[in-house]
């Protein structure tokens, strides 16, 4: 890190790149890069390079190759993947690039060469729905789980949240089933209607984020059946918010990407001004719900 | 250089117009992109483009037999999950550095498998290649999802990934890999009678079954090779990034036909060749890391990258004219 | 012929039914070592679906396939060529992009190590097939560049390539030229010499006179008979085939011509006609006649709006038109029966009757529907009219014989009561009944006033249909010959750009 | 010539009706819930977005082409219309979505129908510039219509007439109309002709661009009413809401038997075909099977319900090359 420290001041002004995971897929990514952008335009020491891997491990690999390439001062990463994108980051570091991973983590084997980690923590975002499900049922009842695009970090790493969680607190909840809905509202709609076929008794659902809580919402709605039906997200989204306040959405969970992507920023430039950063830096992703949703500001995305 | 020469180059240029795009967009990047005319970003583009560069070689082979495969992308997932999977067999425990052996050779294994199981299938059944393909674009995405039970492999032995990083004097070792692939593919399909056989059956496959060419077998053979290609760039890129992810490859395939067409493989078999294919998957590569150099945002990326796809056929369209004759059609 | 002699391939109640039809029906047929023995039958009678079985390209569900005295069992054409049964299609079978030596040893591509072609071998032996065929083009040329009856002499040098027990010729000179005719015959009569098994299949009575030492009869696929040829007639073989004799005079009725309904002036396309001018009148069939390649269909496919000519003018009633497209020829009343049905005539997997209808489908309306009516109006009275054989209007167009195909198109552009009707090659193909059917079809439209040109490579035919005779060489008319005053030697000379006193 | 009586049972010609019906019945045995009304009403209803977008596509393919643009201009309609609902009105918003994506119909049309490129190429070419277009009018942001309650514009995604929901009816309507153009009209015939062989079209004096031009129009309206079924019953859109569907999209229409290589299909059987795969999802789901089991179900159902459908016409099971 040394010698990206001296060329960074050498220059006076300080080169950030930044792969993304997926930007448009959803607007959190695209309100992420937005402020990402913004955060760094007010600052004027700040160049940064933007770059987007559309999803594709492969293709930000190669994104990391490009930004060594390019001998920015410091990496941003969202990875696509926490395996596979550990030796990229190894590269990065034996160059003496220092990287900060954002929003979902590294695996374990590549926590040696990274400087920081920024982000929400998708595990924990899982325990507290968990929470919020078993609070609202009263710890009784049958639930079903309609989880992101399969394969994907942050769906697996909330619904693991969940469910380990939800087994612990509340066992008197059963899961009747899990399937996908691919983070797409749609999908998640056409999901829960076949639950809905198949289950004559649905007392809650858990939704990888309100996209497709929304989605499974309508479905309960059309059918008829959405009465004392429980419904929770993650990744609180003006649909959901609005759902909350109409009171046909039980709850949440509040992540900024604004934070988010402020926090990755400022977070890399601290390291690059050669301060003492821990390496797990969570911001906060607190529960929201029909109670305490006047506390939090609808989401702008 | 006489001027008979330029005139065959700038034929060649007009045969091949995706050689001249090539120089174009080197030319252009060289220009307005800072660090691209550079050679560490030379080694980059082609361990990046092995990947899709390395299947576009079996997807030649069978484009220009007249049939497709669009499952490259899921056997790719399947291999190189196999690839990081059988690693940590216990069985390999013991085995050091060298259990990587047996994960590479069971990987290219299972490839050569998937495509003799497609092969397999379009010859007895006679179903298009294209729908065989489809099914099992889906049905080998779902055998890795059994297999790797929804997450990410990674592998304990980082020689493995190391393996991505070696050089083999002045080019990285996957670079070379893939130079060898191409080397060898051209000269299968151009030397040997099996790739003759594979322009005849893809030009008019009634004459072929007519001349006594054993079809079925033929194709399965195609089959394989573009499984064991898909594999291989499987198990190459396991290598870089250490890990085998359930998602790994989606939407590969479409990339991987767009760059054969684009090297002038007709979709209708019985044309192409390598020199060809070399040119799309290198244009496409130039492209894509080209314009991450010069920061080009992401969604306008999509929208150059898919006009300039069509571009270029527009062009190709204008340098070779069908053989109607000259009919008005 | 002794009996004594074993055959060098005998058939025995063959029968192959498709759905829907009874292809052959218990049908038996042999060949005898050095011998060349025609098969004869009107189109869709089942010549070309007899020689698939024999060649191993279809099963047969019933009968038996003896060679030398052993059954055999061929179930691939591979097998087929292991017993040195050799057949060169009807349909040209090549590999367009490939070379003609590479077509020649298709499936046989000679071998060096590790699997490589031996280029060289291959081009040496192609080479020299090709000399003993007399084929002045190279093997490394590519077929596609190649012109049909080229194309059909890399058809024939596949034959030469294996030792061969029995070859079958099926329609081998539809495309060819007479100079080429005659080479054929030459490997034929050197394959005979050999003590190979000829069988020799087509529609020109005269080449199967000169050929053959037996003719056999199909006909609905049904065996009829074999007849030894020295002591029979055309007139007998003929019966044969289609139950009746045929009519091959000209009716010698004065024809009556009417106005000139199209008129070209000085039309010129760069590299394929230059300056060509004629006209047709109603009541009218003026014959082109000239080698492969005069540049006859170029002329056509310019006057049905395929084609832009570079200069000169075409007048349709007497006034200049535009022809810029096949529509808005068929506007004009010009019809075009293309040179090959299956590319340009008919769309394969189509049933026979909606073919037939294409170009006039947006007419028959009723109301927005299509009137299946109308349709099937239009497609009995052309099947009837043409003597079609077809199971049922429902038949893929695809699956006909050759000859019925051809009628399924004329039949289309027949029905488009043209004012300008113009048939390229009508009969190539067609048995001789049918022949001589389109013949005085032709006859009589121009009687009823259409104005027809005829486009023919056959000197018969374009003696027998024209009142007119243009001859062309090389993209350029050279003469032209009232009916009157043609002569074969004129004739002959004008198409060989032989230059006469009389040139127009 | 000896006339046969057509071989065998009408039925045994349509391959895909059989192994439509053969599914059905091994999955009502699996299921008791499969078969019942609200099941089967909840299937049809799904399926009505990708079905009426598999229509238009079937036209295309008969025709002789692809279309894998779909998929992103479907993402591009919803947002559109969604977009639109409520800067400009519905009665707005529809018709200036249903023109703006005819336009990129066109644009496909152009492209292969006048400029004769290769459809595959063009398609996944647009597919790729259409999503771009899509993220740059959004921005990346997903679209809500705000007042989901008060607006007429939800009668064509969650309405029903006499009981039967919306989509339901659309795509219904849809299927019967576009088979009586394809099996009735001019328009039709000619479609079928230029996919069967362009070159003879030409010959009998079909406008093969204009044809081939107006199939991809056809392809973007029905775009364009999947989109407003589809903005209409989730109330909003995110960017990507069509990606995949290209490839669903084509399952259904090669599982109806439309031949790739066109000139030959149906309108009704690409209605089994879209159908087929909507049970399969459902059917598994109500199985309690896990997602992916849905993908290997699915693999072998298209190559098994093809392979029929080959053998059937071919007249043997297994090919006869060797
Ligand atoms: N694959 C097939 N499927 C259905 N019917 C067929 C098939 N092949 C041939 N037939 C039918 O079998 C009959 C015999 O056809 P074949 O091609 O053998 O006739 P041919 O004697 O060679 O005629 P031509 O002189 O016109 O070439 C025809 O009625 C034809 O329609
Ligand atoms: N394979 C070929 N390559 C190049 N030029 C060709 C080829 N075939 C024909 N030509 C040229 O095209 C012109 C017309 O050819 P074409 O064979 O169509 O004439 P045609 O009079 O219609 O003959 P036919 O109808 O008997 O086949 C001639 O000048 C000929 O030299
Ligand atoms: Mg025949
Ligand atoms: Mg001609």
């Known amino acids: 890190a040394t010698i990206a420290l001296a060329s960074a001041a050498a220059a006076d002004t300080v080169r950030i790149g930044i792969t993304q995971n997926n930007v448009g897929i959803d607007s959190y990514q695209t309100t992420y890069e937005r402020a990402f952008i913004e955060a760094a335009e007010a600052n004027p020491d700040v160049e940064v390079i933007v770059l987007d891997a559309g999803g594709d491990v492969a293709r930000q690999i190669s994104q990391m190759q490009d930004l060594i390439q390019q001998r920015v001062d410091a990496i941003i990463i969202w990875p696509t993947d926490g395996q596979a994108l550990v030796p990229a980051v190894r590269n990065a570091h034996r160059e003496g690039i220092p990287v900060v991973v954002t929003n979902s983590n590294i695996a374990d084997a590549g926590m040696d060469f990274i400087a920081a980690f920024s ?25 079903v789980q309609i989880t992101g695009m399969p394969g994907y970090t942050t769906a697996i790493e909330r619904q693991k949240g969940f469910d380990d969680r939800l087994a612990e607190l509340c066992p008197g909840v059963t899961q009747l089933d899990i399937q996908p809905g691919d983070w797409n509202r749609e999908r998640a709609q056409r999901t829960m209607e076949t639950f809905l076929t198949r289950f004559d008794q649905i007392d809650g659902v858990y939704a990888g984020d309100d996209n497709m809580g929304v989605g499974a919402l309508n479905a309960a709605i059309a059918a008829g059946r959405a009465e004392g039906m429980v419904f929770i997200g993650a990744t609180n989204f003006a649909v959901g918010y609005d759902a909350m306040a109409r009171g046909e959405y039980w709850g949440s969970v509040y992540q900024s ?13 601290d390291v690059l001004a050669g301060e003492d950063v821990p390496k797990l830096n969570y911001f906060d992703t607190p529960k929201i719900t029909q109670e305490n949703m006047d506390q939090f500001d609808r989401p702008v995305f | 250089m006489s001027r008979l020469n330029d005139i065959s180059v700038l034929r060649w240029l007009m045969r091949n117009p995706i050689w001249g795009f090539v120089l174009l967009i080197f030319v252009f990047f060289s220009l307005s992109a800072d660090n691209f005319f550079d050679y560490r970003n030379f080694q980059n583009i082609l361990v990046q483009t092995s990947t899709i560069g390395i299947i576009a070689l079996g997807m030649t082979l069978v484009m220009i037999n007249g049939n497709i495969d669009l499952s490259v992308g899921a056997t790719l997932a399947l291999a190189a999950a196999f690839a990081v999977d059988v690693q940590s067999w216990a069985a390999f425990a013991t085995w050091g550095n060298w259990q990587i052996l047996p994960a590479v050779c069971i990987a290219l294994l299972v490839g050569i498998l998937m495509g003799a199981i497609n092969g397999f299938i379009v010859w007895k059944t006679g179903v298009d290649a294209f729908i065989v393909t489809l099914g099992a674009m889906l049905g080998i995405r779902g055998l890795v999802f059994v297999y790797t039970g929804e997450s990410s492999f990674f592998a304990t032995n980082f020689a493995y990934s190391d393996f991505s990083a070696l050089s083999l004097g002045p080019l990285p070792v996957l670079a070379v890999i893939f130079l060898l692939c191409v080397m060898v593919v051209h000269w299968l399909l151009s030397r040997t009678v099996h790739g003759r056989n594979t322009y005849a059956v893809g030009g008019n496959r009634e004459a072929a079954v007519n001349a006594g060419i054993r079809v079925g077998p033929h194709m399965i053979l195609n089959f394989m090779i573009i499984g064991f290609l898909a594999a291989l760039s499987g198990v190459l890129l396991s290598t870089q990034m250490g890990a085998a992810t359930p998602n790994l490859g989606r939407d590969y395939e479409l990339w991987v036909i767009t760059a054969v067409v684009l090297g002038g493989t007709k979709l209708t078999g019985g044309k192409g060749d390598i020199i060809g294919t070399f040119g799309g998957v290198l244009a496409i590569g130039i492209m894509r890391n080209g314009m991450n150099l010069m920061q080009v945002p992401a969604f306008y990326v999509l929208v150059i990258i898919g006009a300039i796809l069509i571009a270029v056929l527009f062009l190709d369209k204008r340098f070779n004219t069908s053989n109607d004759g000259g009919l008005r059609l | 012929m002794s009996s004594t002699q074993e055959a060098a391939l005998r058939l025995q109640g063959i029968v192959k039914t498709f759905p829907g039809v009874r292809a052959l029906d218990g049908v038996d047929f042999e060949v005898m070592p050095g011998e060349v023995h025609a098969l004869l039958g009107e189109n869709g009678a089942g010549k070309s679906t007899l020689m698939k079985v024999l060649a191993g390209m279809y099963q047969p569900d019933e009968g038996q396939i003896i060679i030398a005295g052993q059954p055999v069992r061929m179930t691939t054409p591979i097998e087929a060529k292991a017993q040195g049964v050799v057949l060169i299609h009807q349909e040209l079978s090549l590999v367009p992009e490939m070379s003609a030596a590479e077509n020649i040893y298709l499936g046989e591509l000679p071998v060096k190590s590790f699997g490589r072609v031996d280029w060289k071998t291959l081009e040496e032996r192609s080479n020299a097939i090709l000399k003993r065929l007399k084929c002045s083009f190279r093997a490394e040329m590519t077929v596609a560049r190649l012109s049909i009856a080229n194309q059909q002499m890399v058809e024939i040098a596949r034959a030469l390539t294996v030792e061969a027990r029995v070859v079958i010729f099926d329609e081998p000179t539809a495309s060819l030229t007479d100079a080429e005719k005659v080479v054929l015959f030459d490997i034929i009569n050197d394959l005979k010499a050999r003590g190979v098994g000829i069988i020799y299949i087509s529609h020109r009575m005269d080449e199967i006179f000169t050929l053959s030492d037996r003719i056999t009869v199909l006909r609905d696929g049904a065996y009829r008979g074999t007849l ?11 019966r044969l085939m289609i139950g009746r004799s045929l009519d091959l005079s000209r009716d010698e009725e004065p024809p009556s011509f009417g106005k000139t309904m199209l008129e070209v002036r000085n039309l010129t396309c760069p590299g394929l006609f230059e300056d060509v001018s004629f006209t047709v009148r109603t009541g009218e069939v003026v014959g082109f006649y000239g080698l492969v390649g005069a540049g006859r269909t170029e002329i056509a496919e310019t006057l049905f709006g395929l084609r832009k000519a570079a200069s000169g003018e075409i007048l349709v009633d007497g006034e200049a038109v535009d022809i810029v497209s096949p529509r808005a020829a068929i506007a004009m009343g010009i019809s075009l029966v293309p040179e090959n049905r299956k590319e340009q005539g008919l769309v394969l997997q189509m049933n026979c009757r909606d073919n037939m209808t294409l170009p006039q489908i947006q007419d028959l309306t009723a109301g927005p529907f299509v009137s299946h009516g109308a349709e099937l109006a239009i497609f009995d009275q052309y099947r009837d009219r043409l003597a079609i054989k077809t199971p049922s209007w429902r038949q893929s167009a695809g699956v006909l014989s050759g000859g019925n195909q051809q009628k399924i198109v004329i039949g289309k552009w027949l029905s488009m009561q043209p004012r300008v009707l113009i048939v390229d090659e009508p009969t190539r193909g067609i048995d001789v009944g049918s022949k001589s059917e389109i013949h005085q079809l032709l006859r009589e439209l121009a009687a009823q006033g259409y104005a027809v ?51 127009p | 010539m000896t006339r046969l009586k057509a071989g065998g049972p009408a039925i045994a010609k349509q391959g895909i009706l059989v192994a439509f019906i053969v599914f059905m019945i091994v999955f009502s045995l699996m299921s008791d819930r499969f078969l019942s009304a609200d099941n089967m009403m909840s299937v049809f209803r799904q399926s009505a977005i990708i079905g009426v977008m598999a229509l238009g596509v079937t036209i295309v393919v008969i025709g002789g082409n692809l279309d894998l643009s779909v998929g992103s201009m479907l993402s591009f309609a919803t947002v559109l219309v969604v977009d639109l609902h ?112 362009p070159t003879a079209s030409v010959f009998s004096g079909i406008p093969r661009s204009q044809v081939v031009f107006t199939t991809y129009l056809i392809s973007a309206l029905c775009v364009a009413i999947a989109a407003i079924i589809l903005g209409s019953r989730v109330m909003g859109s995110q960017n990507t809401v069509g990606q995949g569907y290209e490839l669903q999209v084509l399952a259904a229409v090669i599982l109806g038997g439309t031949s790739l290589l066109g000139g030959a299909g149906s309108i009704l059987k690409t209605v089994l075909g879209v159908l087929m795969l909507a049970f399969i999802q459902n059917g598994l789901i109500l199985m309690g099977q896990p997602y992916y089991t849905q993908w290997l179900v699915t693999w072998v159902v298209i190559i098994v319900a093809v392979w029929l459908d080959v053998a059937a016409k071919r007249g043997r099971l297994f090919s006869p090359i060797a």
């Open chain 1, 257 to 269: 990407p604004v934070d988010d992507a402020r926090a990755a920023l400022q977070t890399a430039l």
């Open chain 1, 119 to 143: 982000g929400p923590n998708n595990i924990q975002q899982g325990i507290y729905s968990a929470e919020m499900m078993c609070d609202a049922l009263g710890g009784e009842g049958q639930i």
């Open chain 4, 86 to 197: 409520d800067k400009i009105g519905p009665e707005l918003a529809i018709p200036v979505m249903v023109l703006a994506t005819l336009c990129l119909g066109a644009v496909n049309g152009f492209l292969i129908g006048v400029l004769r490129l290769n459809s595959l190429i063009v398609t996944l070419g647009m597919l790729s510039v259409i999503q771009g277009l899509v993220l740059i009018y959004s921005g990346g942001q997903n679209v809500d219509i705000a007042d989901q309650r008060g607006t007429w514009f939800a009668i064509f995604g969650r309405g029903a007439v006499f009981g039967i929901a919306t989509p339901i009816i659309i795509f219904g309507a849809l299927a019967l109309l576009f088979h009586v153009i394809m099996s009735m009209t001019a328009f039709g015939r000619r479609v079928y002709a230029v996919g069967g062989n």
């Open chain 3, 228 to 238: 030894i040829t020295a002591d029979t007639t055309e007139d007998d073989v003929t």
């Open chain 3, 453 to 503: 040109i005829v486009i023919s490579s056959e000197m018969p035919e374009v003696l027998r249909v024209s009142d007119r005779i243009v001859a062309m060489y090389h993209g350029r008319i050279m003469r032209e010959f009232e009916i009157a005053d043609v002569t074969e030697d004129t004739l002959v000379q004008a198409i060989s750009g032989i230059k006469s006193e009389k040139t």
